[in-house]
């Protein structure tokens, strides 16, 4: 615009045209204040850990109001590798359970926001009262006065591995009823199968057995007819027994049925010397309306719960 004035003028004095020319510059100054914040995620406080049959975990929430919740952390000793085991959510919550399984665990927690995590809480430890469920490694039939006295007569050790693989107990007695017997003495028309060599792995520091689950993976060949389960337990190597627990069985699909609970001790107070491989024994009992039923037994494990 500049130059396209100033030809104008030229141009005008060149033809005998006074000019008059004024040229004007305009400035503009732009201003801004401001400031940037910063923020540290604060952790959550005073962490604590309580074992027994799991692992409850307590802590003061983080005073940082936008943050999302918390990121759990586990180690399986106080300077090992920590892995990220739970999200917890909301930032209100002040309290989680984790079940890692029988052993000594250490945590550490961190609040976070998106991305961005605080830094570590301190680091506690407790241990997990509550194994995970442990094969049997032997098997016997039961005898004498046990229906047919072979119990799971084909392939009785596949059993102990949990692979849809079956032992199986092709004819389950001599009697036509559903019952497995009365308290702790079996029906002795009905087949039986031991089990044993349960590496349960108690620590010798258990001071109570709170409860012990047996399961027990089943199919059969059909549905028809009443048909039950039964398990009891041994602790002095087959000697003396628990009364018997019962589970219907309404399908012929395989089915995982449990005996027992994580707060169920069958009745008795217990040693942790009574669970070696040796004094502890799981006995399976088949009763059905029908003799000719076919127990398919893919499964049998046990887990035990305790206090530290």
């Given at each position: ?219 059969m060949n059909n549905?028809?007819g009443t048909t ?36 169920d001790a069958w ?42």
């Open positions: 615009m500049f130059r396209s004035a100033l030809s104008l003028a030229l141009g005008l004095l060149l033809v005998g045209v006074p000019a008059t020319l004024t040229l004007a510059r305009f400035t503009d100054a732009v201003t801004s204040t401001g400031s940037v914040g910063t923020d540290t995620l604060q952790p959550p406080t005073s962490l604590s850990a309580t074992g027994g049959g799991a692992i409850t975990l307590t802590w003061g929430q983080t005073p940082d109001s936008y943050a999302a919740g918390y990121h759990l952390y586990r180690a399986t000793s106080s300077g090992g590798t920590y892995s990220l085991v739970a999200t917890v959510t909301p930032r209100s919550a002040t309290t989680t359970v984790d079940d890692p399984g029988s052993g000594t665990f250490w945590y550490r927690l961190r609040a976070y926001y998106q991305s961005w995590e605080s830094v570590d809480s301190n680091t506690v430890s407790a241990v997990d009262g509550t194994t995970l469920y442990k094969p049997c490694t032997t098997t016997a039939a039961q005898t004498p006065s046990a229906g047919d006295n072979n119990g799971y007569e084909t392939n009785p050790t596949r059993a102990c591995t949990d692979d849809s693989l079956f032992a199986t107990d092709a004819n389950s007695g001599t009697g036509g009823t559903q019952s497995c017997g009365t308290a702790a003495v079996p029906d002795t028309t009905k087949d039986q199968h031991r089990f044993s060599g349960y590496a349960l792995g108690l620590p010798a520091t258990v001071t109570s057995i709170d409860g012990i689950r047996v399961r027990a993976d089943l199919a549905a028809t039950n389960l039964c398990a009891q337990l041994s602790w002095d190597g087959g000697t003396t027994w628990t009364s018997l627990k019962t589970v219907a069985i309404p399908a012929a699909a395989e089915t995982t049925y449990t005996f027992g609970s994580t707060s009745g008795r107070s217990w040693l942790p010397v009574q669970f070696s491989t040796t004094n502890f024994r799981v006995r399976i009992v088949d009763a059905s309306t029908l003799t000719t039923k076919q127990f398919q037994l893919d499964y049998v494990a046990v887990s035990v719960t305790y206090t530290p």
